[in-house]
């Protein structure tokens, strides 16, 4: 026969009971903490993952030296003025079947000398910066030398789905195009058709600027607006340098004070 209970007994049951924590307060609160452990390591590791996973691919030849940032400013997510054998741009130049390339820091510049092996090859140096949307850049670009028929410049906002090209060549003149990365190739849309600029240096230096504010381009060679564009068809991407080069062309670039500022 069972034993009856007092009532304070009963109690004491009653008490501990109480204070026995909840299965569904367990859960929550180990869910709260799965979320936020999950958000810091998207917070640490999500841009080197992104950049990994949005590689473009395209049917032209690439040559890359990979650089890499220094600690800047609080705005500035990269910056090198090179006075120094810099330890953030990688010397360590990468060749390929459609190109071949020397990287050296000579002179307060990065120099970068590239050999055609192949047609219609594009030479890209690639910062390691994370994709960008609004965002002020200049830098200092100087043909030293080069074969017939090349452009030099500067690729923004790259993307899977395109990219603007800010390009001159040695005869002094520039030009802002769009480049759509289609299944069957590469489309180009001229935004400025190839002008003859005369504040361009013929090998001399040119300090190069882009302002990029939403679909808003202002272009700027030597501190001159050469351009004022409007086009939405890219918003965020990649930024570097480029050189278009065909087999058995050459071209040597020097870059210096490279500076690239966000916008908020």
Same mark, same amino acid.
């Given at each position: 026969?069972? $034993?009856?209970?007092?009532?304070? &007994? @009963?109690?004491?049951?009653?008490?501990?009971?109480?204070?026995?924590?909840?299965? !569904?307060?367990?859960?929550?609160?180990?869910?709260?903490?799965?979320?936020?452990? $999950?958000?810091?390591? $998207?917070?640490?590791?999500?841009?080197?993952?992104?950049?990994?996973?949005?590689?473009? #691919?395209?049917?032209?030849?690439?040559? &890359?030296?990979?650089?890499?940032?220094?600690?800047?400013?609080?705005?500035?997510?990269?910056?090198?003025?090179?006075?120094?054998? !810099? @330890?953030?741009?990688? $010397?360590? =130049?990468?060749? !390929?079947?459609?190109?071949?390339?020397? =990287?050296?820091?000579?002179?307060?510049?990065?120099?970068?000398?590239?050999?055609?092996?192949?047609?219609? !090859?594009?030479?890209?140096?690639?910062?390691?910066?994370?994709?960008?949307?609004?965002?002020?850049?200049?830098?200092?670009?100087?043909?030293?030398?080069?074969? #017939? *028929?090349?452009?030099?410049?500067? =690729?923004?906002?790259?993307?899977?789905?395109? *990219?603007?090209?800010?390009?001159?060549?040695?005869?002094?003149?520039?030009?802002?195009?769009?480049?759509?990365?289609? *299944?069957?190739?590469?489309?180009?849309?001229?935004?400025?058709?190839?002008?003859?600029?005369?504040?361009?240096?013929?090998?001399? *230096?040119?300090?190069?600027?882009?302002?990029?504010?939403?679909?808003?381009?202002?272009?700027?060679?030597?501190?001159?607006?050469?351009?004022?564009?409007?086009?939405?068809?890219?918003?965020?991407?990649?930024?570097?340098?480029?050189?278009?080069?065909?087999?058995?062309?050459?071209?040597?670039?020097?870059?210096?004070?490279?500076?690239?500022?966000?916008?908020?």
């Amino acid at each position: 026969m069972p $034993t009856k209970k007092s009532k304070t &007994e @009963k109690d004491q049951i009653q008490a501990t009971q109480v204070s026995k924590p909840d299965n !569904s307060v367990r859960v929550a609160i180990i869910s709260t903490i799965g979320v936020i452990a $999950t958000t810091l390591i $998207t917070a640490l590791f999500a841009p080197a993952i992104l950049k990994m996973l949005d590689r473009t #691919p395209t049917p032209l030849s690439y040559a &890359e030296a990979t650089l890499t940032s220094a600690p800047v400013s609080e705005n500035e997510i990269f910056v090198d003025d090179f006075t120094i054998n !810099s @330890k953030y741009w990688d $010397t360590d =130049c990468i060749d !390929s079947d459609s190109w071949s390339a020397s =990287c050296s820091i000579v002179d307060g510049a990065y120099r970068w000398r590239v050999a055609g092996l192949s047609t219609s !090859s594009i030479a890209w140096l690639s910062p390691t910066l994370p994709p960008v949307s609004d965002f002020d850049l200049e830098f200092d670009l100087k043909l030293i030398d080069y074969s #017939p *028929e090349i452009f030099y410049g500067l =690729c923004l906002r790259n993307s899977k789905a395109g *990219e603007y090209h800010f390009m001159l060549n040695h005869r002094g003149d520039y030009s802002f195009f769009k480049v759509q990365h289609l *299944e069957n190739g590469n489309n180009y849309i001229e935004l400025i058709p190839w002008t003859h600029e005369s504040v361009i240096n013929i090998n001399q *230096e040119n300090k190069i600027r882009v302002n990029a504010v939403g679909n808003k381009f202002r272009l700027y060679i030597n501190d001159k607006l050469v351009g004022d564009v409007s086009d939405s068809s890219y918003s965020n991407g990649y930024i570097y340098p480029v050189i278009y080069l065909d087999k058995d062309i050459t071209a040597t670039i020097d870059i210096a004070r490279f500076k690239l500022t966000l916008i908020q």
